[in-house]
């Protein structure tokens, strides 16, 4: 079994696993039977978080994640959200828009939620996206009387903005309601704006970051290569979004933290998790892998831990590349829809 720690989520008794298992492609890129021996994998290995959503799996993932945990539902915490859903673009592609959070959308979609997976109450209820129109007090004054009805046991919230996230604290402060435990947000090693301003105020809140897309889409795993050859049955193959990462310049990094890891015996999916879990106020990192393989590589990192002189030394790289200002800067927003 892979050497697994555990880390508290924010001011709440929630104890999880520093790698989490997300759900997003339950019953898309995995089929029913293949998801669930995934979160079985990832029991056996010591993993206790999964995050799921409706959204997810194309509206599957909630069920086959309640199939998955059975029996097994107080080994688990459970993390799903509210607050999206899925809208056709002009191209024909798909994407998402914010639900209104009123009090009896939350409440409705929380009653999905337990009925879809089969349980009686949720460990982090999160709120998917900010929602400009509803007051923040009929909001979290609904998650916080879920709270105490036992339905939820704490509440997070996703994509959210350095002054969005701000504004949810000094709401939660003003009415003395649950404190908010977490945030997800996107954030690995050539992705890090979140550390300008967001990551401050989390510490200073004592508010966990759950980061998600932590191998950059892929990118992370070394598989595109230098030449940037898209590789069947990758992301890249129907993701336009990856596509325009694929950029000399970024491969050329990769490849460079890549040659690092080797040197150190890992690979560098393993130095971009390791990476994270060097950082400051991170609860669980989430993973979204495709096969046990995949998901084996990942718990493979939890046994090392980097110092202050391989964190050095990752940033020598990506200067070397002159690509310090890009990865900073990058992505440009908090909530890619």
């Not at 029913?32 to 993993?47: D, L, W």
């Not at 919230?157 to 996107?186: C, F, G, M």
């Not at 990192?301 to 200067?319: A, F, G, P, Q, Y």
Request: with cysteine.
């Amino acid at each position: 079994m892979s050497e697994m720690k555990f880390r508290r989520l924010g001011l709440s008794d929630l104890n999880v696993s520093i790698l989490g298992l997300g759900c997003l492609h339950f019953g898309v890129y995995l089929t029913e039977i293949e998801s669930i021996n995934m979160v079985h994998h990832a029991f056996q290995n010591g993993i206790n978080l999964i995050d799921t959503g409706p959204l997810y799996g194309n509206g599957l993932s909630e069920d086959i994640v309640g199939k998955a945990i059975r029996g097994r539902r107080d080994k688990v915490i459970l993390t799903t959200k509210m607050g999206l859903a899925r809208r056709k673009l002009a191209d024909g592609s798909f994407g998402v828009e914010v639900v209104p959070l009123s009090a009896e959308r939350i409440r409705d979609s929380l009653e999905k939620s337990l009925k879809e997976i089969g349980t009686d109450y949720i460990d982090v209820f999160q709120f998917h996206a900010y929602d400009n129109y509803t007051p923040l007090e009929e909001s979290l004054g609904e998650m916080d009387r879920l709270v105490a009805e036992g339905k939820i046991r704490s509440i997070a919230v996703s994509n959210y903005d350095p002054n969005e996230l701000e504004a949810v604290l000094t709401i939660i402060r003003k009415n003395s309601w649950q404190p908010l435990v977490a945030i997800e947000t996107h954030y690995n090693v050539i992705e890090r704006m979140v550390e300008k301003e967001l990551l401050p105020i989390c510490e200073k809140n004592q508010v966990s970051v759950i980061p998600y897309r932590a191998l950059a889409r892929g990118i992370l795993t070394g598989k595109y290569g230098s030449e940037g050859t898209i590789p069947s049955n990758s992301r890249a193959e129907d993701s336009w979004r990856v596509r325009q990462w694929l950029s000399p310049e970024t491969l050329a990094v990769v490849s460079s933290l890549e040659a690092f890891a080797i040197q150190n015996g890992r690979t560098v999916s393993e130095l971009a998790l390791a990476w994270l879990f060097a950082k400051p106020n991170i609860g669980s990192v989430l993973i979204g892998a495709r096969d046990i393989g995949q998901l084996q590589t990942c718990l493979d990192s939890c046994s090392w831990t980097l110092d202050r002189e391989h964190l050095m030394e990752i940033d020598r790289l990506i200067d070397l590349h002159g690509q310090t200002d890009h990865v900073v800067t990058h992505p440009n927003v908090y909530f890619e829809k």
